[in-house]
């Protein structure tokens, strides 16, 4: 058994990661996944989250959402439809779009895929704006 992972975060537009890492954990459609060397092959759908991995003493964060994320053979392989850094993020920007989802739900009279679809906009800029809070940039 391997005593680290690698790890592989790809969107359509560009590969975030890759690193050999020591533990994972993944916001699973069922919850979170906490995954370490040795774990058992998996196949799972990703919902918007915070992804987190520890490399020694280090932890790491990404926003992923949407995709999925397979396990095999100590690789972790994240297939996201959006992934970013926290240091990628605006917070004003991510608060002003939290704001104007959340007054889209309020005053919602439409089409249940349209519901669906302002729900995916509000917890994507709400872990957005989590993960840019919680990961203050580096000097």
Do not use: K, W
Not at 15 to 38: A, K, R, Y
Not at 60 to 73: C, P, R
């Amino acid at each position: 058994m391997a005593d680290r992972i690698q790890l592989d975060v790809i969107t359509p537009e560009r590969s975030l990661l890759s690193e050999t890492v020591d533990f994972v954990s993944v916001p699973g459609l069922g919850g979170e996944l906490g995954i370490l060397p040795g774990h058992t092959p998996l196949i799972s759908q990703l919902q918007t989250g915070v992804l987190t991995y520890t490399q020694g003493a280090t932890t790491e964060h990404l926003l992923v959402s949407g995709g999925f994320v397979e396990v095999n053979n100590d690789r972790v392989s994240v297939l996201a439809d959006f992934a970013e850094r926290p240091e990628e993020i605006d917070p004003a920007s991510v608060r002003q779009a939290c704001e104007q989802a959340e007054r889209a739900l309020a005053t919602f009279a439409g089409e249940e895929a349209d519901f669906e679809r302002a729900c995916n906009e509000l917890a994507r800029a709400s872990a957005r704006l989590q993960l840019a809070e919680n990961n203050p940039p580096r000097s």
